[in-house]
């Protein structure tokens, strides 16, 4: 991760997924979206870095956080759902739900 903060002037979004494998989607969206932007990650935390926002990924205990910031709505808007259509094909078993919060 870079360690980048948002400027305040950023717009935010979070989600806080339930599901018993946090850990291995956020692994396997880091992986997927590295073969062509930027992307840190281990077991624990991510980071991906798109080309109109950034999404920040934990992994915790039944629970995936995804933490979102882009420049403006729009931007935030298409991050919101780039990320929750990867995110709902990778964990195809399951009938996760993406509540995001601005």
Not at 43 to 64: N, R
Not at 82 to 99: I, K, M, N
Request: charged fraction near 20%.
């Amino acid at each position: 991760m870079n360690g980048q903060s948002p400027t305040p002037n950023t717009m935010r979004s979070v989600a806080q997924v339930a599901t018993p494998h946090a850990s291995r989607y956020l692994q396997q969206l880091c992986k997927h979206f590295a073969h062509k932007i930027p992307a840190t990650f281990d077991e624990k935390t991510g980071q991906v870095d798109f080309p109109f926002g950034t999404c920040m990924l934990e992994a915790g205990d039944g629970v995936l956080k995804l933490s979102l910031s882009s420049p403006d709505e729009a931007q935030l808007t298409q991050l919101e759902g780039v990320v929750e259509r990867h995110l709902l094909r990778f964990a195809f078993r399951e009938d996760l739900t993406v509540d995001w919060s601005r």
